[in-house]
Nanobody, 128 residues
Framework: QVQLVESGGGLVQAGGSLRLSCAAS????????LGWFRQAPGKEREFVAA????????KYPDSVKGRFTISRDNAKNTVYLQMNSLIPEDTAVYYC?????????????????????WGQGTQVTVSS
């Protein structure tokens, strides 16, 4: 059974940093594109970051570009989201997601319907 488990969320002051991790089990994710999304109360889920399965191509929306960094460690079947210079607007539940194996080499999907597997989410709260 495929499973994604996020960790690393918590409460942080504005300007601080957090590093989220997402460990995958059930199969190798080295040939899947991986992504992070977030959902704040009363808002739709939004794309935060994605990384391709080949070449380490990354994509970010303007709202987090330059502050967030996605990375992956295929040996550990884990994807990370380093979040710096956090602002209160970053407060949300953060979800990691994975595509099925072998999407396009440099695919970095930003649409949630492109992903097939999802974690349960981890809460990030940024205080002002």
């Amino acid at each position: 059974q495929v499973q994604l488990v996020e960790s690393g969320g918590g409460l942080v002051q504005a300007g601080g940093s957090l590093r989220l991790s997402c460990a995958a089990s059930g199969r190798t994710f080295s040939t899947s594109a991986l992504g992070w999304f977030r959902q704040a109360p009363g808002k739709e889920r939004e794309f935060v970051a994605a990384i391709s399965w080949k070449g380490g191509i990354t994509k970010y929306p303007d709202s987090v570009k330059g502050r967030f960094t996605i990375s992956r460690d295929n040996a550990k079947n884990t994807v990370y989201l380093q979040m710096n210079s956090l602002i209160p607007e970053d407060t949300a539940v953060y979800y990691c997601a994975s595509t099925k194996p072998f999407p396009g080499f440099t695919t970095t999907p930003s649409a949630d319907e492109s992903y097939d597997y999802w974690g349960q989410g981890t809460q990030v709260t940024v205080s002002s």
